[in-house]
């Protein structure tokens, strides 16, 4: 039962090797979503067969597969990666899944709840299953529909509407050469429009290398593309208006563009992300502009209390963010993981603005989460990274964050820009509010401006923190510790370095250290700290100065990240990487930067996948 990238593609003319290589290229594109295993399925001139190869594994060992067993020429053709969560990683579970002799596949993202009873019911008439997953349920049920004279887009809608669950299906037919059809529920699935041909694909990154103009497929909707032309209908077959769009950003943005790796690349891309997200927002009053929905301003003027919901590291930017927004705002900020929001029974009303932080738009827990703040009569704002994803549609209103689309499973540019978005929101509240004089917003949206070339700096000047993670290659645990903003930044150094180099890292508020995780000091433990600026409140530097000597003389390699200018670092620490110079609240932008740069080094030189880690997935949709 996986959760999974899906391509598929039909053209016109004469059959060809085109649907296999469109298919491919795709797949190439979305195996940030799982990596398990991945499949193909031709639909051939042969009427009663498809082609199919399938392999357990990544995507090369299917490539390595066809090389070696070439697959026959098409007109239509579908693919699946796949994210395992529901019978093991193994080619027979691998999709797509066959139906009808071998004459229909089936692939699937998603989970279909009620697939033990509808498998029982198949048993009965005699179906032998050959896999695990509850995909093959719906492949039989499709069968099942087509034997009873019904076309495969009717009959993808008879299947949809006897399954419970999360679910994107796409099937093709031998009988139906020229036919791709898909359906969808709480699950992506994006049309690519092209002449003379069509596309599918759970992201538009699957098809942008051959057209920008999509559209989305609703809620319980079911598409068929022909290469002439995409019908969208209801689950009852009626049809649905649907306006395509075009994407903004080309194939190129979906390359490594020179660098080793996606998540090198993305570094890179963080003040284009920063700059990009601020672009254009006010209007001519200075009012910041949503970019799809609303949420009245009489009801945001009269809110009492902010709860974001997020997951891994875009619940770090919603910590952040509740330091500024508090402090800006004067209103209660809450920031809670998605999935345990949900069980709490949490005190959520119309007065609450739930703001849900999420790259792809898709994470299942935040979907979860939003919704029952939603029955709770909250008003959502999303701050989401994919246009067109389940949180972004579902959601009141949502401001988006233009990071561009982000491959590697872990999360850079976008939580940069997920900073932005929620200081650019923080900053509208305290404008409506009227906690701050014009002058003031102005002079915060002067400081946001300036972020994207310090962020440059910082990656321009970043070599020694590479140099450092090089030399700690062999180390087997990193602590890492921050105060006041540089805390969720401590928390995030130590994930991605979990996450990428798989040892053991762990991020502390710094003025938690002497209440226990001061013991897991010794002689030689690197600990990264990231000092406040001694312009800040001085406080807060001093205390973390004391930190830093505090283990220090317990022998821990003191490594901090300091602001240009502060002659205190140098004199406790071990190294010091310098950021330049910003106001307290936009720290962020910048010390999180080196906190990216040193585990994407520590795992490169450990050998490690860096952008495809083990047991992840970048896009989490199951709860
Ligand atoms: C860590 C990472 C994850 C995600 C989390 C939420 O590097 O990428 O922790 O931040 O799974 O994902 P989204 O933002 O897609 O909701």
């Not at 498998?119 to 719906?138: H, I, N, P, Q, W």
């Not at 700690?472 to 645990?477: C, G, Q, W």
Request: glycine share 8%; with cysteine.
């Amino acid at each position: 039962m996986p959760m999974c990238g899906i391509v598929g593609y039909v053209g016109a003319g004469s059959p060809s090797d085109r649907p296999q290589g469109v298919v491919m290229g795709g797949l190439e594109r979305l195996e940030y979503r799982g990596y398990d295993s991945a499949g193909i399925a031709i639909v051939t001139p042969d009427e009663t067969r498809l082609a199919v190869a399938k392999k357990a594994g990544k995507l090369v060992n299917l490539a390595k597969e066809i090389a070696e067993r070439p697959l026959p020429v098409g007109t239509a053709a579908i693919g699946h990666t796949r994210w395992a969560t529901h019978g093991s990683p193994t080619d027979a579970n691998a999709h797509p899944h066959l139906a009808a002799g071998g004459r229909i596949a089936i692939i699937h993202n998603g989970i279909i709840e009620n697939y033990a009873a509808l498998r029982d019911e198949l048993r009965g008439k005699g179906v032998e299953f050959v896999s695990e997953t509850d995909t093959e349920v719906a492949g039989h049920l499709l069968a099942d529909e087509v034997d009873s004279g019904k076309p495969l887009a009717e009959a993808m809608r008879a299947v949809a509407r006897r399954l419970e669950g999360a679910f994107t299906l796409l099937a093709v037919d031998a009988r139906e050469p020229h036919v791709v059809v898909g359906t969808r529920r709480n699950s992506p699935l994006v049309v690519g429009l092209g002449e003379n041909e069509n596309f599918l694909g759970s992201d538009v990154v699957a098809f942008i290398e051959h057209t920008r103009t999509a559209l989305e497929l609703g809620q319980d909707e079911v598409v068929e593309i022909t290469p002439e032309a995409v019908v969208v209908t209801d689950l009852d077959g009626s049809p649905v208006e649907r306006a395509p769009y075009e994407v903004t950003w080309d194939a190129s943005a979906a390359q490594k563009g020179g660098f080793d790796t996606f998540m090198e690349k993305e570094i890179h891309e963080g003040p284009t992300a920063v700059a990009d997200t601020l672009r254009g927002r006010m209007d001519a009053n200075g009012r910041l502009q949503l970019d799809e929905g609303i949420v009245a301003p009489e009801v945001l003027a009269t809110i009492d209390k902010i709860i974001v919901i997020a997951c891994g590291t875009a619940s770090y930017a919603g910590l952040v963010a509740k330091y500024a927004i508090e402090h800006w705002c004067r209103i209660p900020v809450e920031v809670e993981y998605s999935h345990e929001f949900r069980y709490r029974d949490p005190v959520v009303g119309p007065r609450t603005l739930v703001v849900a932080i999420s790259q792809s738009g898709e994470t299942m827990d935040t979907i979860m989460a939003m919704r029952h703040a939603q029955q709770q009569g909250a008003p959502v704002v999303a701050i989401v990274n994919v246009q067109g994803s389940t949180i972004a549609r579902e959601a009141d209103a949502v401001l988006y964050t233009r990071a561009g689309p982000e491959i590697a499973v872990a999360s850079t540019k976008a939580l940069l820009a997920q900073i932005t978005a929620a200081y650019l929101l923080g900053i509208y509240l305290a404008d409506l509010r009227g906690n701050k004089f014009p002058d003031e917003i102005a002079a915060l949206l002067r400081e946001l401006d300036a972020m994207p070339a310090k962020v440059q700096l910082v990656l321009d000047t970043s070599e020694p923190v590479r140099e450092l993670a090089r030399e700690l290659a062999d180390t087997k645990i990193v602590l890492f510790l921050g105060r006041h903003v540089g805390y969720p930044v401590a928390l995030e150094g130590a994930l991605k370095l979990k996450e990428l180099a798989y040892i053991h890292a762990e991020g502390f508020a710094a003025g938690e250290l002497k209440h226990g995780p001061i013991a897991l000091v010794e002689e030689g433990v690197p600990i990264i700290i990231v000092l406040p600026s001694p312009r800040g409140r001085e406080s807060l530097h001093a205390k973390v100065v004391s930190n830093i000597q505090e283990v220090r003389a317990r022998g821990a390699r003191t490594i901090v990240i300091a602001e240009e200018g502060d002659e205190q670092a140098a004199q406790y620490a071990s190294h010091v990487f310098y950021v330049p110079e910003a106001p307290t609240l936009m720290m962020p932008l910048l010390t999180a930067v080196p906190m990216h740069v040193f585990a994407h080094e520590l795992a490169t030189v450990q050998g490690r996948d860096v952008d495809q880690p083990r047991n992840l997935a970048k896009s989490v949709t199951v709860e």
